[in-house]
């Protein structure tokens, strides 16, 4: 698997100004989750969670973010996987 560039989720997450626990729950998405998420470069992400993330992140930010941007790896392209 290639490395993922794993402090993009949390860098936007603060841009957002919201709390692990904030982006939880405007995402549908386990507390414990996000913060592997971004901590953790081993990890994948499937294309379902991704989505939300992206959804919840987009809405805060007021701007429209790819899953590129939000799940980059060191060649540019997305790790988000397209398992459920």
Known sequence: MKPRNTS?????RVEARLTQRELSTEA?????YISQLE??????????????LRDAL????GRWIS???LFPDDHGSSQ???TA
């Open 8 to 12: 993009r989720l949390r860098e936007l």
């Open 28 to 32: 549908g998405v386990d507390m414990s």
């Open 39 to 52: 901590t953790r470069a081993d990890m994948n992400v499937s294309l379902r969670i991704a989505r939300k």
């Open 58 to 61: 987009s809405r805060h930010l």
């Open 67 to 69: 899953l590129d941007e």
């Open 80 to 82: 988000a996987t397209k």
